[in-house]
């Protein structure tokens, strides 16, 4: 799916699973990365945005799951897609975002990166079916 260029200007709201060692060590990364082209982005953690993810038709464990950006129409960005919207923000990982978005990797990335959310909310004791 194609999504227009909103990469730079708009605000965003990611909602990521503030539990998660790996995800907030992911955020500081791309926190410092970023600099100044991040700083019109909020960072929610799942679990004290429930209600509002619910509201928006995301469950819990959905959101648990995968990385979710809003961006200020209100549109919801998951996945894959998410993660290449964060790195258009940095001038020198926009190739890598172009890369990760190509037919076969960006599907094979999503299947590696839920078999690794999968395993690690099972070893956090977090994984419901």
Known sequence: ??????????????????QCPSCRKDRRIFERLAGRRGD????????EYEQTLNARGIARDTALRSLHIELENG??????????????????????????GLPGIKQGLRRYYDHWVEKRLKRQGRWSS
């Open 1 to 18: 799916m194609n999504h227009p260029d909103i990469s730079k200007r708009d605000n965003l709201r990611v909602f990521y699973d503030g």
């Open 40 to 47: 019109d982005i909020a960072w929610c953690d799942v679990t």
């Open 75 to 100: 549109r919801i960005i998951e996945g894959i897609d998410a993660y290449r919207l964060l790195m258009k923000r940095i001038p020198w990982l926009v190739p890598g975002a172009y890369i990760i």
